[in-house]
Structures are given as structure tokens and as C-alpha cells.
């Protein structure tokens, strides 16, 4: 579980669907019709069945995501599955927040505890020119997360002179609702005419700002995920913020600990490069060990870093590789 740089390789991201019921900037591109390669789609049974091939190397987490992937009818068939293997440690879903409200009760039943739920603007407008939906519904269904004991997350993406006025307001309602808030840097993964280089705003300058603003204070030891960002405390709000900068942040790559599932059956070692192993044949052969095998060949391919910064150009975008 080890990979070639020392890192400890325990966390599996396993996309469920493309399919998506917004259509943010950075992630669905105008015209996106992947999903309609229906029979390249693995079933509830193949996804656990990966999953438990993972377990049994030793991955311990797991999440699954889209598109979005409450849209599934069988999510709750492939969440039990999930959540019923020895030695989970955490079972989570990232999320538009859509359709959160009326099934969150379902979903903590079915052992999910964690949710990631994106959220790039409180302003009902300003929110749905960037996704195309209805913030409302949203926060309707954080709440009700939060109800059934399903720890939330906010996931904010930063996009200059977009959402920069929506960063403040965002770090009140983290506080309000005791969640910790998210600020990602864009990454190359939707149509430059859609968002090129000049919609970037670094973690290194909104933090800036925001300390400007209230003074941030450092959380070396808070840890409430299993990814990358690193976290301060508003000292004005007392919000927990977190920072992932992909693209600005030197050594990001240096506690990678995932793999991820493409919804069409592909593991992919690094989200910032094109390396994948094809599964279907792997799960056709109905052999558990040729999942393993193929598991431990991407953790021992797994590269030092990503290529965002160089001459990454996405091969497809990111509603087709897991958010």
C-alpha cells in the first residue's frame, strides 16, 4: 500500500456516474453527453466489488462521487455495499447538495458520515450563473445532513472576478452552521473558452486577503478529511477554512494518499495526468485477485506529481473523472 515515494496509499475516490443536474464552468462543459455510452458504466455490484478489492489491499476510505452521484437509483445499493466492508474507516459522498435534502436520512442509514458539498456562491443569481442551479435546494440539504449526524463539508472553488465577493459570506456560514469551508484553486480540467488562465485566483492570495481582513490562525493538527487542504481559523468568524491549491502549492503532492474510479471503469493514479487502467475486463474474468493486482499496479505507477503546471490539456473533462 505503499507507493514508489513513500506515501501511504489508503484512500479510494470511486466516481458512480457523469451524469450531472448542474452545469458548473469548471466541471461540465456546454454539450457533454458522455454519459450517453451507457453500457461503458459499471453496475452497483462491480463498483462494490472494486471497493472490497480495495479493502482487502488495505484502503480504508472511500467516497463517492460524480457528476453527481445522488443521481443513481441504485447510489443507496452501492453505499450499503460499501459501507457494510470490514475495516472501513469512513464512508463519504461528494455532492451538488441537490438532492441531499430528501435523502440524507437514507444515507446515514446506509453508513455514509461524511459529505462534501460544493457551494460557490450563497447568492441565489450569482449561483446559478456559475452551476445552473438553485442554491436553496442546497442548503436545504445541508441542513438536513447535518440533522442525520452526516458531517459536512463546503467546497468553494475560486474563480476571479466571479464569485471573489461570495469568500466572506461563505465564511460566515461556515461558522453559522459549525462546517468547515473549502477554497480550491481552479484546475485545468473544463474548455479554456469556458475558464482559462485568467478566471486563477492562488489559496496564497485569498489568504492574503482574508488575513487582512481578520487575522488567520494556523491549524497544523486539524484534520476533518482525508485530502489535501490545509486549514486556518478566522479569527473573526471562527470558521474553520480550508485551502487546496493544486496548481500555486510547491509540495502538494507530497501526502497524496488516493486512487481514483472513472464512472466508466478506469483507475486513474493522478488526477493531473493520463495514466489509467482499465477494469472491465478485470471484473468480466469475475477473478477478485485480478481487481488486486490491478490495484496494487496503480499504486506502484503512481507518479511523484501532477502535470497541471506543464503541459497537462484534459482528455476529458472533469464530470467524466470523478470530482
Known amino acids: 500500500m505503499t ?11 470511486i466516481s458512480v456516474t457523469d451524469r450531472c443536474n448542474e452545469r458548473c464552468l469548471y466541471c461540465m462543459p456546454e454539450g457533454y453527453k458522455g454519459w450517453a455510452q451507457k453500457a461503458d ?21 472511500f467516497r463517492l462521487t460524480g457528476g453527481e ?11 450499503r455495499g460499501i459501507g457494510a466492508l470490514p475495516g472501513l474507516h469512513s464512508l463519504g459522498v461528494s455532492t451538488n447538495g441537490l438532492k441531499l435534502a430528501p435523502l440524507a436520512a437514507e444515507l446515514s442509514r446506509a453508513g455514509v458520515r461524511s459529505a462534501n458539498v460544493s457551494l460557490d456562491a450563497l447568492d441565489p443569481d450569482l449561483y446559478r450563473r456559475i452551476t445552473g442551479g438553485d442554491v436553496a435546494r442546497v442548503l436545504a440539504g445541508i441542513r438536513a445532513a447535518q440533522a442525520e449526524n452526516i458531517f459536512v463539508k463546503l467546497n468553494c472553488v475560486l474563480l476571479r472576478g466571479q464569485n471573489e465577493s461570495e469568500y466572506r459570506p461563505l465564511l460566515r456560514f461556515a461558522a453559522e452552521i459549525g462546517a468547515p469551508v473549502r477554497f480550491i484553486e481552479l484546475m485545468p480540467l473544463s474548455r479554456d473558452d469556458a475558464l482559462g488562465a485568467s478566471s486563477i485566483l492562488s489559496v496564497a492570495e485569498l489568504r492574503a486577503r482574508l488575513h487582512a481582513e481578520s487575522p488567520l490562525e494556523p491549524l497544523a493538527d486539524y484534520r476533518p ?3 489535501p487542504a490545509r486549514y486556518w481559523r478566522d479569527t473573526a468568524t471562527g470558521a ?15 501526502s497524496c494518499n488516493k486512487l481514483r474510479l472513472t464512472a466508466d471503469g ?10 489509467e487502467l ?18 496494487a499496479r496503480a499504486i506502484a505507477e503512481k507518479p511523484e506529481d501532477h502535470t497541471f503546471n506543464t503541459d497537462y490539456a484534459p482528455a476529458r473533462p472533469m464530470t467524466a473523472l470523478g470530482g
Open 240 to 254: 474553520h477554512v480550508g485551502f487546496i491549491g493544486a496548481i500555486t502549492t510547491p509540495d502538494f503532492c507530497e
Open 69 to 79: 452521484p445522488l443521481l443513481r437509483a441504485d447510489f443507496l445499493e452501492i453505499a
Open 225 to 227: 478529511g482525508h485530502g
Open 278 to 295: 482499465d477494469l472491465k475486463s478485470a471484473l468480466a474474468s469475475g477473478d477478485p485477485a485480478a481487481l488486486e493486482h490491478l490495484l
Open 41 to 61: 458504466h459499471l453496475t452497483a455490484a462491480q463498483l462494490v466489488a472494486i471497493a472490497a478489492a480495495a479493502a482487502r489491499l488495505g484502503f480504508r476510505k
Open 3 to 13: 507507493d514508489p515515494f513513500g506515501r501511504n496509499i489508503d484512500y479510494l475516490r
Open 266 to 275: 478506469k483507475l486513474r493514479p493522478c488526477l493531473g495526468r493520463h495514466g
